[in-house]
C-alpha cells in the first residue's frame, strides 16, 4: 500500500512492554498512548478474530498549556495506515463520550478517512441511541470485508 504521506509530519512513537500500544510525546510535553487491542470478546465467532483489533488513543499526560498540535493527528493517521498496511486488518473504533464530544470526533474521523482514504479502504458505521459512534476500517481488498461487514452489523443490532 504505497500511501502519499508527505504532508504529515508524524511524532515518533515507541513500544514498551505490551506491544498493542504506542507512545509518543508532543513539542509541547504532552504524551498519548496509541492503542490496538484484542476483540475476541466482541466477535468470538470469527475465524479471523486476530485481524480484528479496537482502536483508540489516550492523552496520558498533559502539559500546562494546550495547544493546537497537527502532528497528534498526523501520528494517529500514520498508526492507523500502518496498522492497515495488512490487507487482513480490521480497526473498529468507538468515539469517546468521556466530555460529550462523540459527534465532534465522529465528524472528525470522517473527514480523516475522506481526506486520506484513496478509496483504498472501506468504512462501516453504527449510531447507537443517537451519540454512540462505532465504526470500523478495512482495506477493500480484506477478503474478510463482507462476512465483517455482516458481523460488524449484527453485533450493532445487539445493543440497539
Known amino acids: 500500500m504505497d500511501l502519499n504521506f508527505q504532508s504529515l509530519k508524524p511524532y ?22 496509541i492503542y490496538y487491542h484484542e476483540t475476541d470478546g466482541y466477535f468470538p465467532e470469527l475465524s479471523y478474530v486476530n485481524h480484528v483489533k479496537l482502536f483508540g488513543f489516550d492523552l ?3 502539559s500546562s498549556e494546550t495547544l493546537f498540535d ?18 487482513k486488518n480490521i480497526l473498529v473504533y468507538v468515539c469517546s463520550q468521556s466530555d ?13 478517512f475522506r481526506e486520506y482514504s484513496q478509496n483504498r479502504f ?5 449510531t447507537f441511541d443517537g451519540d454512540t459512534f462505532v ?14 461487514n455482516q458481523a460488524f452489523f449484527n453485533f450493532g443490532n445487539e445493543y440497539k
Open 70 to 87: 497537527k502532528r497528534i493527528s498526523d501520528t494517529i493517521i500514520t498508526s492507523i495506515f500502518d496498522f492497515l498496511k495488512d490487507d
Open 12 to 33: 515518533l512513537t515507541y513500544q514498551e512492554e505490551n506491544d498493542s500500544e504506542f507512545f509518543f510525546t508532543t513539542d509541547n510535553g504532552d504524551e498519548y498512548a
Open 100 to 112: 460529550s464530544r462523540q459527534r465532534h470526533r465522529n465528524r472528525l474521523f470522517n473527514q480523516w
Open 135 to 148: 465504526s470500523f476500517i478495512t482495506s477493500r481488498k480484506n477478503p474478510y470485508t463482507g462476512d465483517f
Open 60 to 62: 496520558t499526560s498533559k
Open 122 to 126: 472501506f468504512k462501516g458505521d453504527v
